[in-house]
């Protein structure tokens, strides 16, 4: 993998993973803040997606990595250009992005098994657990509503801890 693009999804794991902290402990001030927040998050890491899929060309990274940037991309523009949406845009924009997310790292984790990497166990497990929170996100939106600060948190982190692991991981395989 090329440095500059490790760099891009090192930055972007890091950024997820504050993000995530922050949500937790500042509740308050992260539901006023949310849409925005989630915007540029969102749009940031869409395109830092897009870039390493187009820069890392001779890798053949998966379409998937392709997808998962445009939709990251397009749900932080809605989240920017809606910021009044109120938390029943906000659940259900953030709940398919966790479920989407769960996907890419669920089939990226097979991927990479196939490519014979040693941590893809890891990265499956960060996908499962995206797949579930995004179900529940989706289909419980009151019990979302309440909970969503944390769910949030917990899943900026373990989507930021998977990005970092996969730009090692990845770093590391012919």
Same mark, same amino acid.
């Given at each position: ?34 849409n ?61 992005? =966790? +479920? /989407?997310? %769960? *996907? #890419?790292?669920? !089939?990226g ?9 040693? $941590?893809?166990?890891? =990265? +499956? /497990?960060? %996908? *499962? #657990?995206?797949? !579930?929170?995004?179900f ?7 019990? $979302?509503a ?10 900026? !982190? ?17």
């Amino acid at each position: 993998m090329k440095t500059f693009t490790k760099i891009l999804i090192v930055l972007a794991g890091i950024a997820m993973i504050i993000m995530g902290f922050w949500v937790m402990f500042n509740p308050v001030a992260s539901l006023l803040t949310l849409n925005v927040v989630i915007g540029l998050l969102l749009l940031i890491s869409g395109i830092f997606h897009i870039i390493s899929y187009f820069t890392e060309s001779e890798r053949h990274l998966s379409g998937w990595v392709l997808a998962d940037g445009i939709l990251s991309t397009l749900l932080g523009i809605l989240m920017l250009a809606n910021q009044f949406a109120g938390a029943a845009s906000l659940i259900l924009v953030f709940a398919m992005w =966790v +479920l /989407f997310a %769960g *996907i #890419v790292r669920t !089939i990226g984790a097979f991927t990479l098994k196939q490519a014979g990497g040693s $941590s893809w166990g890891f =990265v +499956l /497990f960060i %996908g *499962i #657990v995206g797949i !579930i929170l995004g179900f529940i996100a989706l289909f419980n939106p009151v019990v $979302s509503a309440l909970g969503i600060v944390l769910l949030m948190g917990f899943f900026f !982190i373990l989507e930021g801890i998977g990005a970092i692991a996969t730009a090692f991981v990845t770093g590391r395989s012919k």
